[in-house]
């Protein structure tokens, strides 16, 4: 199982970022994921393979998630970006078809390596 993301990188405080997550696309589905320095790491958003995304609230109206079956990627938008979205993004693949709003790896076993989202002027 390999899960790769991308797409990082140094933004100021309103800018975007769209990070792109490789990995083979099944029916189940795919969350994304963030730490902070000295934070634990927390659900962002997630996308199942039919139904409707759902992102957490603190960045609801600002992130958009998407998936191209097709490039077998997942997508994750990021709008309107705050010093406090600052982490490394991670993927990783639920066990199922659900979205589960947990960083818990029981729900989400396959994970790949983050990528670096900084947001400062």
């Known amino acids: 199982v390999q899960l790769q993301a991308s797409g990082g990188g140094l933004v100021q405080p309103g800018g975007s970022l769209r990070l792109s997550c490789s990995v083979s696309?099944?029916?189940?589905?795919i969350g994304w994921f963030r730490q902070a320095p000295g934070k634990e790491r927390e659900w962002v958003s997630c996308i199942p393979s039919d139904g409707t995304p759902a992102h957490r609230n603190s960045v609801g109206g600002r992130f958009d998630i998407s998936r191209d079956n097709a490039r077998n990627t997942v997508y994750l938008q990021l709008n309107a970006l705050k010093p406090e979205d600052t982490g490394i993004y991670y993927c990783?693949?639920?066990?199922?078809?659900?979205?589960?709003?947990?960083?818990?790896?029981?729900?989400?076993?396959?994970w790949g390596q983050g990528t670096q989202v900084t947001v400062s002027s």
């Open positions: 696309l099944d029916d189940r589905a």
């Open positions: 990783a693949r639920s066990r199922n078809r659900l979205c589960v709003s947990s960083s818990n790896s029981y729900y989400y076993p396959d």
